[in-house]
């Protein structure tokens, strides 16, 4: 399949932070996104093939849970992983849903995983994101999670009849570095699930989006939040601008606020591929030197992997992780 229709699915998230039932919430937000895509699918034809959702959709975000509340509260369950596939089989669409995630290797911690179902209900990419502020991630158990999982699942990237899928989760758009090494992996299509800012100036993430394209040639599918609710926070704060980038940087749809299937647009791979194999200054992908780089990274000493022993951590451990990687990078005290 060398072309399709791609979808930047904006819809509202309900917070389960204060939720009697956080399970049935739950539940109740995968039986909206199945609606959702639905009527998506009836609205932009049978060409809809991939559909990228925001990020956290099902559940919201921590807002003051410990590791282990939120754990027990917000990760999926064996029915919704089940339901979740049957969105992707029943629409017959590649479904990237960014959730919450147990891990059996690491009983006290979650994950922040984003996964791409196939149209048979079969998860074709797991990612679990590596930058977090207050979460835990498998860098904090590094070299434990790379002993068991191995480099190819900390950076994945999916051969698809749709090309080859990776993902991006919210603000790892700002981390040049991870777009790159997913590109030289093969990556063609960037699916990025956030919840941001919404704002008629261009933003950090925007910005990002952008350059992450140019850099890699490559797309990028960016599903932001239609509002949220069930916490305090205002609600239209992350509400609007969903949107697709091609290859060269240039916007190809773009969402206003609400529960949106405006940012749609065709991705071609064939002229992406052509591009990509054009000779030319443009052509950045192919004039990257990584062994310029590798011994000028490996010099440096910031945020330090293995922070974690498996055990839950408290929030102060998040802020004194970045005190330490602030006074190696400035002498700071």
Same mark, same amino acid.
């Given at each position: 399949m060398t072309?399709y229709r791609?979808?930047?699915?904006?819809?509202?998230t309900v917070?389960?932070?204060?939720a009697?039932?956080?399970r049935?919430e739950i539940r109740a937000?995968?039986?909206?996104?199945?609606a959702?895509?639905g009527g998506?699918?009836?609205?932009? &034809?049978?060409?809809?093939?991939?559909?990228v959702l925001?990020?956290?959709?099902?559940t919201?975000?921590p807002?003051g849970?410990s590791?282990?509340?939120?754990?027990d509260?917000?990760?999926?369950?064996d029915?919704?992983?089940q339901?979740l596939?049957?969105v992707a089989?029943g629409?017959?669409? %590649?479904l990237?849903?960014?959730?919450?995630?147990?891990d059996?290797h690491?009983p006290?911690l979650?994950f922040?995983?984003s996964l791409i179902?196939?149209p048979?209900?079969?998860?074709?990419?797991?990612?679990?994101?590596?930058?977090?502020?207050?979460?835990?991630?498998?860098?904090?158990?590094?070299?434990? %999670?790379v002993?068991? %999982?191995?480099?190819?699942?900390?950076?994945p990237?999916?051969?698809?009849?749709?090309g080859?899928?990776?993902?991006i989760a919210?603000?790892?758009?700002?981390y040049?570095e991870?777009?790159?090494?997913?590109?030289l992996?093969?990556?063609e299509?960037f699916?990025?699930?956030?919840?941001e800012?919404?704002s008629?100036?261009?933003?950090?993430k925007a910005?990002?989006?952008r350059a992450?394209?140019?850099?890699?040639?490559a797309?990028?599918?960016?599903?932001?939040?239609?509002?949220?609710? &069930?916490?305090?926070?205002p609600?239209?704060?992350t509400?609007g601008?969903?949107?697709?980038?091609?290859?060269?940087?240039?916007?190809l749809?773009?969402?206003g606020?609400g529960?949106?299937?405006?940012?749609?647009?065709e991705l071609?791979?064939?002229?992406?591929?052509?591009?990509?194999?054009?000779p030319g200054m443009?052509?950045?992908?192919?004039r990257?030197k990584p062994?310029?780089?590798?011994e000028?990274?490996?010099r440096h000493?910031v945020?330090r992997?293995?922070g974690l022993?498996g055990?839950?951590?408290g929030r102060a451990?998040f802020v004194?992780r970045?005190?330490?990687?602030?006074?190696?990078?400035y002498g700071?005290t």
């Open positions: 072309a791609a979808l930047a699915l904006q819809v509202p917070a389960i932070n204060g009697a039932d956080p049935a937000a995968i039986e909206r996104v199945n959702r895509v998506a699918k009836a609205w932009i &034809g049978a060409d809809l093939r991939l559909v925001p990020e956290y959709v099902l919201g975000f807002l849970e590791v282990a509340e939120w754990r509260k917000a990760t999926l369950d029915l919704c992983y339901a596939a049957k089989t629409h017959g669409v %590649y990237c849903v960014n959730a919450y995630e147990r059996e690491f006290d979650f922040q995983g179902f196939d048979s209900g079969e998860i074709v990419l797991r990612y679990r994101r590596l930058h977090s502020m207050f979460s835990p991630t498998p860098y904090d158990v590094w070299e434990r %999670y002993d068991v %999982y191995g480099m190819d699942a900390v950076l990237v999916a051969a698809t009849e749709l080859n899928l990776a993902v919210s603000e790892e758009i700002l040049p991870l777009a790159r090494a997913l590109a992996r093969g990556a299509v699916c990025h699930p956030t919840s800012i919404a008629p100036d261009l933003t950090q910005i990002g989006r992450r394209a140019i850099e890699n040639l797309y990028v599918v960016s599903a932001n939040s239609g509002g949220l609710s &069930g916490i305090a926070i609600g239209d704060s509400n601008g969903s949107e697709l980038i091609d290859y060269e940087g240039r916007r749809a773009a969402a606020p529960d949106s299937l405006v940012a749609s647009a071609d791979l064939t002229a992406l591929r052509r591009y990509r194999t054009r443009p052509n950045l992908l192919s990257v062994g310029l780089w590798a000028e990274y490996a000493d945020e992997p293995n022993d055990a839950a951590p451990f004194q970045q005190r330490d990687a602030i006074k190696r990078l700071a």
